[in-house]
């Protein structure tokens, strides 16, 4: 079963509003990370959280979770017609492997 | 320098027929990992190498699907006797030392569309 699953699966706003992602895990993490797939191609890493923090920011992102809920958020602010693509969170499972969820696919009409 | 590369970037092929895909990764990763990523869906772990450790298989779908590294560079992932529901993108990332929790890079691809 996914180790990460993301919400909305699809999110369609207007450029230079604000886009979120959620993202619930089932395990315990010591860390989390962003990607992001444009096209169904290759993967793009964004940011990585790790457990002890719960807030970070990187450009236009920012990344926020809580393991207590075992969920993260993802925050892109001002968002443009080049930020429509595919958003993945991923964790690492108890055997060291990468779990993604199964994503969430934004489009931002201009 | 150049990231992971891979080819071909699409392939069709018919029912039955068997494929090979390759992935390039990043000079000097010692670290190789295989996904799928099934139409709307997340990726799929099928395959690891690490060094010159046994690869980790235990994700490979079924024993139609095999995978191997030469040298510690390329690798090429095969799947005989395809059926319609191997169509995938196939991704291959790697990783510098393949420690536990490393950043990925991931490589373009390979769309597969098995007729």
């Known amino acids: 079963s996914q180790q990460g699953e993301e919400d909305p699966q699809a999110l369609s706003i207007q450029e230079g509003e604000n886009a979120t992602m959620n993202c619930s895990y089932k395990?315990?993490?010591?860390?989390l990370q962003w990607y992001r797939q444009n096209s169904g191609r290759g993967l793009v890493h964004l940011i990585l959280?790790?457990?002890?923090?719960r807030e970070k920011h990187s450009g236009r992102l920012r990344v926020t979770l809580d393991t207590s809920k075992k969920s993260s958020s993802l925050l892109i602010t001002a968002s443009r017609a080049a930020d429509t693509a595919s958003y993945f969170c991923?964790?690492?499972?108890?055997?060291?492997?990468?779990?993604f969820g199964q994503g969430t696919e934004l489009s931002v009409k201009p | 320098g150049a990231g992971v590369s891979q080819s071909p970037s699409n392939k069709v092929t018919e029912k039955g027929k068997d494929v090979e895909l390759r992935c390039d990764p990043i000079?000097?990763?010692?670290?190789l990992y295989w996904y799928r990523q099934s139409l709307g869906q997340g990726l799929e772990f099928l395959i690891y190498?690490?060094?010159?450790?046994?690869?980790?298989k235990s994700g490979l779908p079924s024993d139609r699907f095999s995978a191997e590294r030469t040298g510690g560079s390329v690798s090429t992932l095969t799947i005989q006797r395809t059926q319609q529901e191997d169509s995938a993108v196939y991704l291959c990332?790697?990783?510098?030392?393949?420690?536990?929790?490393?950043?990925?890079?991931f490589g373009p691809g390979t769309r597969l569309l098995v007729l």
């Open positions: 990332a790697s990783s510098s030392l393949g420690l536990a929790e490393e950043t990925q890079y």
């Open positions: 395990t315990s993490i010591n860390n």
């Open positions: 959280i790790r457990s002890n923090e």
């Open positions: 991923a964790t690492w499972d108890e055997r060291g492997k990468l779990i």
């Open positions: 000079s000097g990763h010692t670290a």
């Open positions: 190498f690490q060094g010159n450790s046994a690869p980790d």
